[in-house]
């Protein structure tokens, strides 16, 4: 796993619901589990330091979304830091 996606805090909710809290490849792979066993859920994704929203392609299985992660736009420019 890429070390940004590891320190990258973030939280995901579902609706009023705290989904998950943590490193953003951790909460990215408790937002894919929640939509495999519910495709009308809306989660929202959000980083803990700005409060940004973070848009993930969760697409493929478990090593194919954290492969992405290493390469995505929100990572890279917390890493350039």
Not at 27 to 44: H, I, K, M
Request: aromatic letters at 4%; charged letters at 30%.
């Amino acid at each position: 796993m890429n070390t940004g996606a590891n320190t990258l805090s973030c939280t995901a909710f579902l609706g009023r619901r705290r989904l998950a809290a943590g490193p953003l490849v951790e909460v990215a792979l408790a937002v894919r589990r929640e939509l495999d066993g519910n495709r009308d859920a809306t989660v929202l994704v959000f980083d803990d330091a700005s409060g940004h929203a973070i848009d993930l392609d969760l697409r493929g299985d478990a090593s194919e979304i954290v492969g992405r992660l290493a390469d995505h736009p929100f990572v890279k420019a917390r890493e350039s830091r």
